[in-house]
């Protein structure tokens, strides 16, 4: 059974950055697409970023420019790189993984980032 654990969450000002990161125990990272959702209070869960395991990267236009996604998989462990936060980027995120071909099957416990002065 694949565990996922994010950290890295916390309270900045907007303008600021924060950088999430994912630790996947009981598999091996490098066979799963990696996905990086939010969701804020009120709002459906989105998919803000996504990595193949061959590296090929997608955002959503609300980030995209700010945000970086990213992987390592001798860590296993996947980042999310988020720059010039926004009040509107204030949700809980969530790392998930997806086998080949499939749909995201392992989430992580969901951190909360706050984007406020």
């Known amino acids: 059974q694949v565990q996922l654990v994010e950290s890295g969450g916390g309270l900045v000002q907007p303008g600021g950055s924060l950088r999430l990161s994912c630790v996947a125990s009981g598999s091996g990272l490098s066979i799963y697409r990696v996905g990086w959702h939010r969701q804020a209070p009120g709002k459906q869960r989105e998919l803000v970023a996504s990595?193949?395991?061959?590296?090929?990267?997608a955002y959503a236009d609300s980030v995209k420019g700010r945000f970086t996604i990213s992987r390592d998989n001798a860590k296993n462990t996947a980042y999310l790189q988020m720059n010039s936060l926004e009040p509107e980027d204030t949700a809980v995120y969530y790392c998930?993984?997806?086998?080949?071909?499939?749909?995201?099957?392992?989430w992580g416990q969901g951190i909360q980032v706050t984007v406020s002065s």
């Open positions: 990595m193949t395991r061959y590296g090929s990267t």
């Open positions: 998930s993984l997806a086998p080949a071909g499939g749909t995201y099957t392992y």
